[in-house]
């Protein structure tokens, strides 16, 4: 397994320090790193990843949320994401996370 990730710089990642503090840091094109601020849409804690859609009922220790799942065009994805929305690669659809306003997105609501 390799310790590269999978896509090209830039991108921000996490380091784990010693006191159990994060800290975050841009890793830029040349390989260099700066320290920076958290991303600005961080997944609730126990999401299985950045574009994990709402969790499951009725698994152990996980609650029900709801989700507004929205019907975005391709041509029309970038200003949905821009607003917020969040994209299910399972279901190939576009969301509402959680604590985002669902009224921006009604044109897009199914």
């Known amino acids: 397994m390799t310790s590269t990730p999978p896509f090209d710089p830039p991108y921000k990642t996490s380091i784990v320090l010693a006191d159990g503090s994060v ?3 841009d890793v830029r094109a040349d390989g260099s790193m700066v320290e920076t601020s958290a991303p600005a849409a961080m997944p609730p804690a126990g999401m299985a990843g950045a574009d994990a859609p709402a969790q499951r009922a009725g698994q152990p220790g996980q609650s029900a949320r709801a989700v507004t799942v929205l019907n975005v065009p391709f041509a029309e994805k970038d200003e949905a ?3 917020g929305a969040r994209w299910d690669p399972k279901r190939r659809k576009w969301y509402v996370p959680p604590g985002v306003d669902a009224a921006l997105f009604a044109r897009w609501t199914a």
């Open 81 to 83: 994401k821009q607003l």
């Open 23 to 25: 800290k975050w840091m």
